[in-house]
């Protein structure tokens, strides 16, 4: 039942989790260990968006992803495999982080990523029943990059309420 490309995407993150602990152990490169362990997570979300032939393209449709599945699966940790990877990531950029602080993440992410391949050999959920603003969320994530692309506001949160500030 898998796709090509999603098992491409999973087997990227498997070799990227590998690379994350080799720079950190073996390099001491802590800007690199952390983005490849944030690409590892990237990746094995990506797998699974493509099975379930979801758009994927951005940071943010993947922090969408992952809050489907921490709903889906009733694993509210999920959130923060998501929440370390973006830790990571932003290392990458910064290098902040001292060495026991990757190592920490990284062994999370090392823990969370075989659960989400459970995750993914299991396919959907037969039990969930979305809320209705998933719903909106998994339709949003099923439409084409083309689609998406034809409404640029498509991917952004409703507007806001007016402002109602009493006596001004």
Do not use: C
């Amino acid at each position: 039942m898998t796709t090509e490309k999603a098992e491409r995407y999973a087997e990227i993150s498997r070799r990227l989790l590998l690379q994350a602990d080799h720079e950190l152990t073996d390099k001491g490169d802590r800007v690199q260990a952390s983005e490849k362990a944030a690409g590892a997570v990237a990746h094995a979300v990506k797998a699974i968006a493509e099975d379930r032939q979801w758009r994927h393209s951005s940071h943010n449709l993947r922090r969408e992803i992952m809050d489907l599945l921490a709903s889906e699966y009733a694993k509210p940790e999920l959130r923060y495999l998501q929440d370390a990877s973006d830790r990571l990531h932003n290392n990458f950029y910064e290098d902040l982080m001292h060495n026991p602080q990757i190592k920490g993440r990284l062994d999370s992410i090392t823990a969370w990523l075989e659960y989400l391949t459970e995750i993914r050999q299991q396919g959907p959920n037969p039990d969930f029943v979305p809320t209705p603003e998933e719903q909106r969320l998994i339709q949003r994530l099923s439409i084409s990059e083309e689609e998406a692309a034809a409404n640029a506001m498509i991917d952004f949160p409703p507007p806001m309420p007016p402002l109602d500030l009493p006596g001004v």
